[in-house]
């Protein structure tokens, strides 16, 4: 099947308030254009270099994602074009986010990334952390970012009750949290599911979909 033919049978798949996030890390550019011909106007990296290598090379009106893994050190590279964070697992990333918008004029979206697997390799806050965080004073003076959610990556199991239970309980969270209201805090989006278990996710109340190898293939 065509990339065009695969997003067009996942987005049938999506109700109307889930976006569909293209993965593309490893993806050479011209297999990013096809998704772009496709009407796919939202793609998902994992590394800080790939992004901006890939970023000039395709349509402005294309909406970047860093879904992956990110460094304080790297944010610099992205604050001038990125449209959302999905990965933001510390106060210190967050400020340095802010910084880094700041000195673009830019305001960034932001989610919170929380930890929901069973598995120690994965990033996150857990549940006391994100709402300390969300209602504490360390937020006040970050004007140039926006928490509009959260983020979670479940358990990588073929046990689809775990992946459920996961999701079920970072939408309880995202429901708790959702009432937080500060110049800073939205929440509009709940980022999880991915191609294994997007449509377990779509179920339990995810705005977005990261979708990469149902789309692309096997990463290289």
């Not at 090379?57 to 990110?70: F, K, M, R, S």
């Amino acid at each position: 099947m065509t990339i065009a033919a695969t997003i067009q049978q996942i987005e049938d798949q999506l109700p109307d308030h889930t976006k569909l996030i293209a993965v593309t890390k490893t993806k050479p550019v011209a297999l990013l254009q096809q998704a772009y011909d496709a009407g796919c106007r939202r793609f998902g990296e994992n590394k800080v270099q790939e992004m901006v290598e890939k970023q000039p090379l395709l349509p402005a009106d294309v909406e970047w994602h860093q879904i992956g893994h990110l460094q304080t050190n790297k944010v610099k590279y992205i604050a001038p074009f990125v449209s959302l964070i999905h990965s933001v697992d510390s106060l210190k990333l967050l400020q340095e986010i802010n910084k880094q918008a700041a000195r673009h004029q830019r305001v960034i979206d932001c989610l919170l990334q929380i930890h929901i697997a069973q598995e120690e390799t994965k990033f996150g806050f857990d549940e006391a952390e994100a709402e300390a965080l969300l209602n504490g004073p360390e937020l006040a003076p970050l004007s140039n970012i926006r928490i509009v959610g959260l983020m979670g990556l479940a358990t990588n199991t073929d046990d689809e009750a775990q992946i459920r239970r996961e999701f079920q309980s970072l939408r309880q969270l995202y429901n708790r949290l959702s009432s937080v209201q500060r110049p800073n805090v939205a929440f509009t989006e709940l980022s999880m599911g991915m191609s294994g278990d997007y449509l377990i996710a779509i179920e339990e109340g995810s705005t977005m979909v990261r979708v990469g190898s149902a789309i692309f293939g096997a990463r290289n």
